[in-house]
């Protein structure tokens, strides 16, 4: 499965740039897009093996973006 624009969240789809995101690094930003993807495909599959496959990257990659971007998934 390709993820599209539907995939991303709306507060982050619509968001409009404010001061505070300005003083924002690219990769702070790009961690906070990259962490809402990854939750919420977690929260809608529920499985690493089938999160992985369907952002199309390796498992131990997944593992190691969870872990930098210190995720909590339940």
């Not at 809608?44 to 369907?54: I, R, S």
């Amino acid at each position: 499965e390709i993820i599209d624009g539907d995939d991303i969240p709306d507060h982050i789809k619509y968001r409009t740039i404010h001061s505070e995101t300005k003083q924002k690094r690219l990769q702070e930003i790009l961690d906070e897009f990259e962490s809402e993807i990854i939750k919420n495909k977690w929260n809608e599959l529920q499985d690493m093996n089938l999160v992985a496959k369907n952002l199309n990257i390796h498992r131990t990659t997944l593992m190691r973006k969870i872990n930098k971007l210190n995720l909590h998934l339940k």
